[in-house]
């Protein structure tokens, strides 16, 4: 069984397009997370969640939603896509919340707009 | 300055050989640190925490030098299967997220 799932695993679409990422986690844990890694293999946070709660919301733009509905799910909405949102998207999750240091990471999603 | 620093390399190493890496950090209030590793179009993965006394795990290594603000890796014996990129995580006092240094790409050469 996947622990930490997150889907689609490729997505390509077209700039101005509003798009949405799925993650799932089947480990129990209180806390989730979503990490952006762009084409330098830079791993920067962008939001967390604990127990379906926002506690870190980095200089994000607006365009991105989190979307938390329970402690298992943490989606990710992102509107009017760009071209510097081409990224790997990773999905986490870990137990003691943000200062754990076991994250269990999704497979990521690999978002290429045109 | 970067809150943590890592030489990107790549670093090319012959198969059996021991390496090398370091990673610097510009807070001093630092609280944990960790090596997680990971592999090409992979997702990244736990290697190991680093102590402040130092701690092995097996052909790795990890040390904490706090004085001088860094952390090293030491792979030895290195095996064809240690090729991946290495990144240093930091976590900060009052910053309760983990920071990542932008990894170390090693390859073992046959």
């Known amino acids: 069984d996947t622990a930490v799932s997150q889907t689609p695993k490729y997505l390509v679409t077209q700039m101005g397009n509003d798009k949405s990422i799925k993650c799932e986690q089947n480990l129990g844990h209180d806390t989730m997370y979503w990490y952006k890694q762009d084409s330098k293999k830079f791993l920067k946070i962008m939001f967390s969640?604990?127990?379906?709660?926002?506690?870190i919301n980095e200089t994000v733009p607006n365009r991105f939603s989190p979307k938390s509905p329970d402690k298992a799910h943490l989606n990710l909405h992102i509107n009017s896509l760009e071209l510097g949102d081409s990224a790997v998207y990773f999905c986490?999750?870990?137990?003691?919340?943000?200062?754990?240091?076991?994250?269990?990471f999704g497979a990521g999603s690999r978002l290429t707009v045109l | 300055r970067k809150e943590v620093e890592q030489d990107p390399g790549p670093f090319n190493v012959p198969e059996g050989a021991t390496v090398a890496f370091n990673c610097t950090y510009s807070n001093s209030a630092s609280q944990s640190f960790f090596w997680y590793r990971q592999d090409c179009r992979k997702e990244p993965k736990l290697l190991m925490s680093?102590?402040?006394s130092g701690n092995e795990d097996g052909r790795f290594t990890a040390q904490l030098n706090r004085a001088s603000q860094y952390i090293s890796l030491l792979i030895r014996d290195s095996k064809l299967s240690d090729s991946a990129t290495y990144l240093c995580v930091v976590i900060f006092f009052g910053n309760e997220k983990l920071t990542f240094g932008t990894g170390t790409r090693l390859t073992i050469i046959p």
């Open positions: 680093v102590y402040s």
């Open positions: 986490a999750s870990s137990q003691l919340g943000p200062g754990a240091n076991v994250l269990t």
């Open positions: 969640y604990n127990n379906k709660e926002l506690i």
